[in-house]
């Protein structure tokens, strides 16, 4: 039983190791491993977007003319999950991040770039500096020049900016309200002046109407009496004083008729009523719808 699991074996005595034939593999091969994509990216050919942690079984290389510090930089190869265009990127030692390469942009590093630049103007700067003295002196007298300038800037601004408070609170309102005040002013003369021209209007117009009556009273006469017929009946009691008073006026008043003759009707409720003003012309439409009755 103890010679069934041998844990030993025997070399002969001319045994070299290095005679062993090696198995050729060639340096750059690839290897397949499965990783995740270290950063957003998206692809060029379809626009499909790959977030960082998607899980793929990439193909893994060696870069072979590039080192960093001696550390070997790795590629990657991995296939879009949509249109299947190749995609690769490089590990970046330098930065301990990966860099985009191939089929693919990067994205959501804005942010970063924008540090990165910074840094790289920092380091620029502060080179620069190291070797040379003068160089110092002038960075410190232009930080010194640009912090006033801005001051200057702000100092300038909030000037400004008073300057045009005043004007917006008090004068710009000043001027508002004497404008309004103005346009009421306004719109009240010329309301009064309207009322002026209408009063004036009106009384030419009576006037006219008052002159007129005498010359067309052949016009009018005629048709009043058609169209007054149906009331006279109703009329002829409440208007005995009125006939005999106008009788004589009845004539210039038929004028009246022309506008009002289908009030005539109506009219002769309102004619009893005791209104200095409006006497004329009531008692005118009286005698007309007497005219009938005449
Ligand atoms: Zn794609």
């Not at 593999?25 to 499965?34: H, M």
């Not at 490089?90 to 590093?109: C, I, L, S």
């Not at 917006?168 to 309200?177: G, I, N, T, V």
Request: include cysteine.
């Amino acid at each position: 039983m103890s010679e069934r699991k041998v844990l030993n074996k025997y070399y002969p005595p001319d045994f070299d190791p290095a005679k062993i034939p090696k198995l050729k593999l060639p340096k750059d091969r690839q290897y397949v491993v499965r990783l995740m994509a270290p950063f957003n990216m998206r692809c060029k050919t379809c626009g499909e977007y790959i977030y960082k942690g998607k899980k793929f079984n990439a193909r893994k290389e060696t870069v072979q003319n590039e080192v960093y510090l001696g550390l070997p930089i790795f590629r990657f190869y991995i296939k879009c999950t949509r249109c299947l265009a190749e995609i690769t990127f490089k590990t970046d030692p330098e930065n301990t991040d990966y860099t985009m390469e191939h089929g693919a942009t990067r994205n959501f590093q804005a942010e970063k770039l924008l540090e990165e630049e910074e840094k790289r103007m920092q380091k620029e700067r502060e080179e620069e500096e190291l070797n040379n003295p003068m160089k110092v002196l002038e960075n410190r007298t232009k930080d010194s020049k640009l912090e006033m300038e801005v001051l200057e800037n702000l100092q300038e601004l909030k000037e400004l900016n008073q300057r045009q408070a005043n004007v917006d609170f008090e004068a710009m309102l000043k001027q508002y309200k004497e404008y309004e005040e103005e346009q009421k002013r306004k719109e009240q003369e010329e309301d009064e002046q309207e009322m002026k021209a209408m009063l004036e209007e009106a009384q030419n117009r009576r006037l006219l109407v008052d002159s007129d009556s005498d010359e067309e009273p052949a016009k009018s006469r005629t048709k009043p009496v058609a169209e007054v017929k149906p009331t006279d009946i109703l009329q002829e009691d409440p208007q005995p004083q009125s006939k005999k008073l106008k009788t004589e006026s009845w004539e210039r008043s038929v004028g009246k008729l022309n506008t009002k003759s289908q009030l005539a009707g109506l009219v002769t409720v309102k004619k009893q009523k005791p209104d200095p003003t409006l006497a004329n012309g009531m008692e005118n439409q009286g005698t007309t719808a007497d005219t009938g009755n005449c």
